[in-house]
Structure formats: structure tokens, C-alpha cells
């Protein structure tokens, strides 16, 4: 199953603390396949990422099935590592 990763535009940030980075090395790691849906830097242009989570921060996570899973960076990555994501969409 794919997923997309809903994350800024500063796609060549690849810094350890950069939360985009830190969620995506996440999915990287753990063999998970994904889109990058690369978004606006503006908090207030961020409609599709508020209309799915409630929330408009980075990163955010949409499975095939419409659900989102949103986090902070650090709790999404423990999640993929641990290999929970899946439960998040209610999938496992």
C-alpha cells in the first residue's frame, strides 16, 4: 500500500531535525513505498492538508483509503519504525 506524505516544498532540507525529512527518512527506511505531495510554505494556503488532519502543519500522512494520520515528527517516525503506520488508517 502507498501512501503520500503531505510535506514543505524544502524538499533538499534533508537536516536529521527537519521534520519533513525526519518522517520521510522514517518511510524510507522502513521499505514503506510513498508519494511526496510537496505543499506551500504558507500556513493559510494549506487547505487540503487542513481539510484532511484538522491541522495545517507538516508533516501529514493520507492512505489509499482517505484517512490521515498527523502527529508531531518525532511520534509519526516512532510510529513507522515500530511499524505501526498501518494501524493508523485501520488497515493492519
Known sequence: MAVKLYRCSVQWSKHRRHP???VENALIDAGIKYERVPGPV???KRDVI???SGQRLYPAIQFENGSWYREESSEMARTITEGWL???AGLA
Open 42 to 44: 504558507r500556513k493559510s
Open 50 to 52: 487542513f481539510a484532511g
Open 20 to 22: 519533513c525529512w525526519v
Open 86 to 88: 498501518m494501524d493508523r
